[in-house]
């Protein structure tokens, strides 16, 4: 018989490259995480997935900087399948570029991605993956985590 762990791990799914660059296309939020001044920091960025990497916008400020500079970035996504109780998370790890603004930029990617925050927006930051990994799995019901403690009476506050 297995134990809890082993069955909920069991309930795990990893994902190949493939899946995560489908899944990313169904979302357009993630977290963006970057190095400032030696401390992790996390940003929300609206963004598109271009072929087989990842493309937002921004204004000047501390994100465009930290990702404009030679330290790896990560950006994370997060979402859930309609009606299958599954939720699942994808993160790409690689280096950021700062992009040209180009025709080519602005009729692509660019046409279609729009910041949700007011303001000047006028850099386009690409993300080229060194690592895709990603992970999908089944949503437990909020009953599998009851314990005595949710009880106001056993624990001491009725």
């Not at 357009?28 to 997935?49: C, M, W």
């Not at 309609?82 to 180009?102: C, D």
Request: hydrophobic residues 40%.
């Amino acid at each position: 018989m297995r134990n809890n762990s082993e069955r909920d791990a069991a309930s795990v799914e990893d994902l190949g490259a493939s899946a995560c660059w489908d899944l990313l296309r169904t979302v357009s939020v993630g977290h963006l995480a970057v190095l400032v001044d030696g401390h992790p920091e996390i940003f929300p960025v609206n963004y598109k997935v271009d072929h087989e990497s990842v493309v937002f916008r921004t204004g000047e400020g501390t994100k465009l900087h930290a990702a404009a500079g030679p330290a790896a970035v990560a950006l994370e996504a997060d979402g859930t399948g309609q009606g299958t109780r599954t939720a699942w998370s994808v993160e790409v790890k690689g280096h950021a570029e700062v992009l040209e603004p180009s025709p080519d930029l602005m009729t692509g990617v660019g046409l279609t991605l729009f910041p949700w925050q007011a303001g000047h927006k006028d850099y386009f930051v690409r993300i080229t993956p060194t690592a895709v990994t990603g992970r999908r799995f089944k949503i437990t019901s909020p009953l599998t985590w009851w314990s005595h403690l949710d009880d106001p009476a056993r624990a001491g506050l009725a």
